[in-house]
């Protein structure tokens, strides 16, 4: 199992019934993914989305399209990562002008078991004078503004065939379909919201774009996606100012550059967070069952001395997974006691966060949650 695994952190579920609201509620909306061989070890996975494309064609400015100048910005990130980064894999939703179903750009994620999704938007509002970048990640809106730019992404399903079978009669219009995003807790939201965070640092301290914020809505494209994940409004193209920029060569290479330092400093605080020297003796879990653990901390180099905070917390178990070392504490037959555990844990280790093992192998958190949880 790939060490990013280390790096999803979840948000304790409060009772059973939202448990099973979390599954169920999945469920509706995405559709069976096959099984993939899985990346190297050590391979970053990033899914780049451009927004819209084909016969959607998005919001429009007074000369442009937004699928246009998603699918160039989304090109232009992505060939930054390939080139100035070792060890990360880039997928694209699309590579040209083509209509892909938001069920689909999910799918693509999942199957390739991406470590991170990000797709990329320009947004559109009927006062021109409005301006400004934000960073989403899934959640319950806050806002009618938020609330309203959900409702225009997700209004693209309506493009596509037999969509209120799909979506279980899900109507991207209505309000009330919203509610059900208000039982939910994002798994990976508190991942996606420090990506969000560094993708707004960049737009704001080195392109000058004015910082309208991290927020939340009930994006479908995001919520079907079982990796931390964001959608990233780049700019207003109906706004003449922000549409120039967005349109020009050197505004995209901008808001790419930005967008792969943002990438590049979240991959380099992953990988480098808690890299301590120790070691941990292993607790006989080595069978078919899946357990819970508090994974504490990740090292590159294993030693024989375990800190003293670290034996304070009760059994430790040591997981290699590639070139890494993992420690984790305790062992739980569900998801919801690790998380109470983690909580206790977190005034002592701010950055510990749940994983299920199987066999000694960190395996995917939302699989071992529909596997143990749901009957």
């Not at 699309?94 to 938007?121: G, Q, W």
């Not at 844990?345 to 143990?372: G, M, R, S, W, Y």
Request: glycine share 6%; hydrophobic share 35%.
């Amino acid at each position: 199992m790939k060490r990013r695994i280390k790096n999803y952190k979840h948000y304790t579920i409060i009772t059973t019934a939202l448990r099973m609201t979390i599954i169920v509620g999945i469920s509706l909306f995405v559709t069976a993914v096959s099984i993939t061989d899985e990346p190297p070890e050590n391979e970053w996975v990033v899914v780049i989305d451009a927004g819209h494309g084909g016969k959607d064609s998005g919001a429009l400015g007074k000369k442009s399209k937004e699928k246009n100048i998603t699918l160039a910005i989304a090109l232009k990130t992505g060939k930054y990562i390939e080139e100035l980064l070792e060890d990360v894999k880039v997928i694209y939703t699309r590579e040209e002008d083509e209509f892909v179903e938001l069920y689909k750009r999910a799918e693509i994620a999942n199957k390739a078991k991406a470590d991170l999704f990000i797709s990329i938007h320009c947004n559109g509002y009927r006062d021109i004078r409005i301006s400004g970048s934000e960073t989403f990640v899934m959640g319950l809106h806050k806002d009618q503004g938020n609330l309203e730019v959900a409702m225009k992404e997700n209004s693209v399903i309506t493009l596509e065939e037999d969509y209120t079978t799909r979506y279980e009669g899900y109507d991207p219009n209505s309000s009330e379909s919203y509610i059900i995003f208000s039982l939910m807790q994002n798994i990976y939201l508190e991942q996606s919201l420090n990506f969000a965070n560094y993708i707004q640092e960049q737009f704001s301290n080195r392109v000058g774009r004015t910082d309208r914020g991290v927020k939340q809505a009930g994006l479908i494209v995001l919520w079907q996606t079982t990796m931390p994940s964001v959608l990233v409004e780049t700019g207003f193209i109906t706004n003449l100012q922000e549409e120039r920029f967005l349109m020009s060569d050197q505004g995209q290479d901008y808001i790419a550059s930005a967008i792969f330092r943002a990438f590049r400093d979240y991959k380099s605080s992953i990988d480098q967070k808690s890299d301590f020297s120790t070691s941990a003796r292993e607790e006989n879990i080595q069978d078919d069952k899946i357990w819970f653990m508090v994974q504490l901390a990740t090292s590159s180099v294993r030693k024989e001395e375990l800190p003293s905070e670290f034996l304070e917390t009760g059994e430790i178990t040591e997981l290699v997974s590639g070139k890494y070392f993992k420690y984790a504490t305790g062992k739980y037959g569900t998801y919801s006691h690790a998380a109470d555990r983690r909580v206790e844990l977190q005034d002592k280790f701010p950055d510990a966060f749940v994983i299920a093992v199987k066999n000694l192998k960190i395996i995917p958190l939302h699989e071992a949650i529909e596997k143990t949880e749901v009957r």
